[in-house]
């Protein structure tokens, strides 16, 4: 069974920094892409990056360029949302995903992940 746990949400001002954690079980960071979505109030749920099985590819939504990373450690089993320069917009619980058919992270945003953690939110306020 794939496991997703979330962690490091929070509040933060505007300019500030988090770090969003997600730890895997049931299976390793290397079979499958993981990517990070948000939904904020109102709003559909939104694409933000993934990271593929490999570690090589990754890919953002154009709103977070630049000030976003995502990067894993294997031996942790753990993928990681570097989050800087955060604005009032970027509030929203995000949560991680996977599913056992996706590898890579074209169109991500796109695809049907089956397996989701619990969510953690983010709040970017003064």
């Known amino acids: 069974q794939l496991q997703l746990v979330e962690s490091g949400g929070g509040l933060v001002q505007p300019g500030g920094s988090l770090r969003l954690s997600c730890a895997a079980s049931?299976?390793?960071?290397?079979?499958?892409?993981i990517g990070w979505f948000r939904q904020a109030p109102g709003k559909e749920r939104e694409g933000v990056s993934c990271?593929?099985?490999?570690?090589?590819?990754?890919k953002y939504v154009d709103s977070v360029k630049g000030r976003f990373t995502i990067s894993r450690d294997d031996a942790k089993n753990t993928v990681y949302l570097q989050m800087n320069s955060l604005k009032p917009e970027d509030t929203a619980i995000y949560y991680c995903?996977?599913?056992?058919?996706?590898?890579?992270?074209?169109?991500?945003?796109?695809?049907?992940?089956?397996?989701w953690g619990q969510g953690t939110q983010v709040t970017v306020s003064t």
């Open positions: 049931g299976f390793t960071l290397d079979t499958y892409a």
């Open positions: 995903a996977t599913t056992s058919s996706i590898y890579d992270c074209s169109a991500f945003a796109f695809r049907t992940f089956g397996s």
């Open positions: 990271i593929s099985s490999s570690g090589s590819l990754t």
